[in-house]
Structure formats: structure tokens, C-alpha cells
């Protein structure tokens, strides 16, 4: 069984900063990738970026690139998505998963699915 819990929303500003960490557990836990997306009630989940387990490429949308960063740390089975400069849009549930295929954009490609944390960014 595996389980990924995610960690650090919260309310902050726009303008501000904010870390979210995930942490992935599992007897035989071993991904190609993890990703973060994010939804909005009435909206389908949306891509947000994503990382390679074993190192190698990241993957960013658009509209947070350039402010966003995501990275890992094998050693405690943790991704962390480090968000700047954020905005009143990017309020919304992030979720961080799993995947065991390289399709790293994709929602349906991921199978394991934390239970959220919200992020909330007032004007």
C-alpha cells in the first residue's frame, strides 16, 4: 500500500511564498514520477509540475512557471513545491501523486493521490 500525504498550504497573501511538502511511504514505493496538481470546486484538476523520482527533468505549467520550483528528497521520500510571488488564482486544493508510467502532465497517469492541502491567497 502506498501513501502520500501532503503538508503546508494555507492562507497567505499575494506576493507571498509557500512550501508544500509530500510525503510518499510504501513497501515497495518506487515511482518515475511525482507530480503536484491543483483544483478549484467546478473545475477539473489541473497540472501544476512534476519530478522525476531518480533525478533528471522537471515539469512546470505555465502559469507557474518561472515562480514555482519543485524538487525532492529521495532519503525522506519527500517532494516539495515551492511557490513564489503568488496570486489571488492560484487559490485551490493541491494535490500531490504518484505515477508509475512518464507521462508526467497527464491526471490519469497517476495512481496514488494524496488527500490535498488547500492553499488560499487573498488580495
Known amino acids: 500500500q502506498v501513501q502520500v500525504v501532503e503538508s503546508g498550504g494555507g492562507l497567505v497573501q499575494a506576493g507571498a511564498s509557500l512550501r508544500s511538502s509530500c510525503l510518499a511511504s510504501g513497501r515497495t514505493f518506487s515511482p518515475y514520477v511525482m507530480g503536484w496538481f491543483r483544483q478549484v470546486p467546478g473545475k477539473e484538476r489541473g497540472f501544476v509540475a512534476a519530478?522525476?523520482?531518480?533525478?533528471?527533468?522537471?515539469y512546470y505549467a505555465d502559469s507557474v512557471k518561472g515562480r514555482s520550483t519543485i524538487s525532492r528528497d529521495n532519503a525522506k521520500n519527500t517532494v516539495y513545491l515551492q511557490m513564489n510571488s503568488l496570486k489571488p488564482e492560484d487559490t485551490a486544493v493541491y494535490y500531490c501523486?504518484?505515477?508509475?508510467?512518464?507521462?508526467?502532465?497527464?491526471?490519469?497517469?497517476?495512481?496514488?493521490w494524496g488527500q490535498g492541502t488547500q492553499v488560499t491567497v487573498s488580495s
Open positions: 519530478t522525476r523520482w531518480n533525478g533528471g527533468s522537471t
Open positions: 501523486a504518484a505515477s508509475r508510467t512518464l507521462l508526467p502532465r497527464a491526471s490519469s497517469a497517476y495512481e496514488y
